[in-house]
């Protein structure tokens, strides 16, 4: 089996992996062969140490192979290439794992038995560069090509072909010193750029890392030897400032960058550390695909509601003028008045009538349909008034529903942008389905997710207490209408889209025997969840539930309340962050 890994994934973390893995999986059975996706695989791997899953992945963003213990769905018919592995590896025993090199190669052996019963020996091999990743599976003997994942053929690239029957090549070599014959008498530069170009198999990252330190060489040699010596620790760096469309509701913050090593450029954000280089993988990769996946299943939906809510607006602003309009109806009712206290001095045929305004005595022209007599323009000019004084009512009304929606649309908008996962988004949409502002889609879908639990973020306070925030309006009717009880203190920020807030009471406490000090904590949190979680200085209305209160036919998330009281606090998470 033979893996090339691209990115961050380098040549001294596939070092470090192949190192694991020799000593997790060697003389392991592979037991069962799985593909969740179009260029991924899943091994389920029996050791005399127990089961394990090795994750292998081709996707040019995310490249890797690790030890997994996450969860994937397979589809309901394994792909080709799948039902190929599973003919040809499935209860292989893994004998070899090893680094080819110092490239961004793995090579796991496998013995297996073909059709016959004949002991073969085969080797599963994926190239990882970008856009040109691939996975292929050869047999070791004649060197030719089983199959591919994806297969190249001479018109795509015409150094190598990738399919079956083809003698299997390595990617081109390049001229690099290898990472692994690096001395610390080796002359190297001191520019990162220069030091990519001259060593192959470090990343970006390990180059500047390198290109920082007095002595590059000494700096390289030190890394791949606590590999070696099996003190090298993995971390991934985390930036807890980048909120939006987060990846984890866990970690708080997008992964930035992994490696076994300090990398002096990333002191700035959060460092964890893992017990195992599969560990730390999984971890970055999962955190940054969920990322991506948001925000890819995220936009489409985004523009959906921006277009609903950028609608709204417009018909907001038509009804203020048609409502201004009617608002100006008067001159109709005068015009009816002056009309009819006049009608002899008005000749039929006329197109306009000057009379006298007998409230402010001036002259005024009144315009006349010349085709009906005074009577009819006045009796038309009443109408007029009466329709206009009919609209206004109309009007308001339809202005109070658009404004509604608007406050609805908006609330939508900012939990999309805050949504931090691809299921949390699909119960938005089906929110959106019931309201009528997006395509229902098949039932079927829908019946999958009709009985999922909420699942509010959660917090503990500097007290002990208890604070749930609803991340979409189905959760905020919940737990403001169903899971809180009469003496909760609810919050949300004022005029602002954002969460419905619980706080919790327990032991008979109301609002007012809560110290201010947790109050501020809670609207901190409030604040937070809010399209207005990275301002300063916001407003948050607190009140006991017992007064919030949802109108019979509004939409999900909207309610009405008394007796509120309001704080200024700037948006925070308490120092525990989220509960697990």
Avoid at 32 to 46: A, F, M, S, T
Avoid at 89 to 104: F, L
Avoid at 179 to 205: K, N, W, Y
Avoid at 244 to 259: A, C, K, T, V
Wanted: aromatic content about 6%; proline content about 5%.
């Amino acid at each position: 089996m033979l893996i090339l890994i691209d990115m961050a994934y380098d040549g001294i973390i596939t070092y470090a992996i192949t190192r694991e893995l020799a000593g997790r999986i060697t003389l392991g059975k592979i037991e069962k062969v799985y593909q969740p996706g179009p260029e991924e695989l899943l091994l389920h791997i029996h050791t005399r140490s127990g089961n394990v899953r090795l994750f292998i992945s081709c996707n040019s963003q995310s490249a890797r192979v690790c030890l997994t213990g996450g969860t994937y769905t397979n589809p309901d018919q394994p792909p080709t290439f799948c039902m190929l592995l599973r003919k040809h590896i499935q209860a292989g025993r893994i004998t070899d794992v090893r680094q080819k090199d110092s490239e961004r190669i793995i090579e796991i052996d496998i013995e297996a038995q073909n059709e016959l019963g004949f002991s073969v020996s085969r080797r599963l091999i994926v190239e990882i560069m970008a856009k040109h990743s691939n996975i292929v599976l050869i047999d070791i003997e004649s060197g030719k090509i089983i199959d591919a994942i994806k297969r190249i053929s001479i018109d795509v690239n015409r150094y190598r072909q990738l399919l079956p029957g083809f003698i299997y090549q390595y990617p081109p070599e390049q001229d690099k010193i290898p990472f692994r014959e690096v001395t610390a008498d080796t002359s190297l530069p001191g520019d990162d750029r220069q030091l990519m170009s001259r060593i192959g198999g470090i990343s970006p990252a390990i180059s500047r890392e390198m290109a920082a330190s007095d002595d590059p060489a000494a700096r390289l040699v030190e890394i791949i030897s606590s590999i070696d010596s099996g003190t090298a620790v993995p971390r991934v760096y985390i930036d807890e400032t980048s909120r939006s469309l987060q990846p984890s509701g866990d970690i708080g913050g997008i992964p930035r960058e992994f490696h076994v090593t300090d990398l002096a450029e990333y002191d700035g954000l959060t460092r964890m550390d893992f017990g195992s280089v599969s560990e730390c993988v999984e971890f970055f990769f999962s955190n940054r695909e969920t990322s991506n996946m948001v925000r890819q299943k995220s936009m489409p939906l985004l523009k959906t509601v921006q277009a609903a809510h950028s609608k709204a607006l417009l018909k907001k602003k038509k009804l203020s003028e048609d409502l201004l309009s009617a608002e100006n109806s008067d001159k109709y009712r005068l015009y009816g008045e002056l009309l009819t206290a006049n009608i002899h001095m008005i000749r039929p045929g006329a197109r306009t009538a000057r009379v006298t305004n007998y409230y402010d005595g001036n002259l005024i022209d009144i315009p006349l349909d010349e085709k009906i007599n005074a009577s009819a323009n006045a009796q038309r000019y009443f109408k007029k008034y009466s329709k206009a004084r009919t609209a206004i009512h109309e009007k308001q009304a339809q202005l109070e529903d658009n404004e509604k929606d608007i406050q609805y649309l908006e609330s939508v908008i900012q939990n999309i942008e805050a949504a931090d996962s691809v299921p949390l988004l699909e119960s938005i949409r089906d929110e959106l389905e019931s309201a009528g502002y997006v395509r229902r889609r098949a039932k079927a879908s829908q019946r999958k997710r009709k009985n999922a639990r909420p699942e509010p973020h959660r917090y503990t306070l500097s007290d002990g207490t208890l604070v749930l925030v609803g991340r979409n309006n189905i959760e905020n009717d919940y737990l403001t209408t169903k899971f809180a009880s009469k003496t909760d203190v609810w919050m949300h920020t004022k005029d602002i889209p954002g969460s419905h807030v619980i706080l919790q009471m327990k032991d008979g406490r109301t609002v007012n025997d809560l110290p201010a000090e947790i109050i501020y904590e809670a609207a901190a949190i409030a604040a937070y969840h809010s399209k207005a979680g990275t301002g300063s200085n916001v407003p948050v209305d607190f009140v006991p539930v017992r007064y919030v209160k949802k109108p019979a036919g509004s939409k999900p998330g909207m309610v009405i309340f008394t007796h509120n009281r309001t704080v200024y606090v700037d948006p925070a998470l308490p120092d525990s962050k989220r509960d697990k």
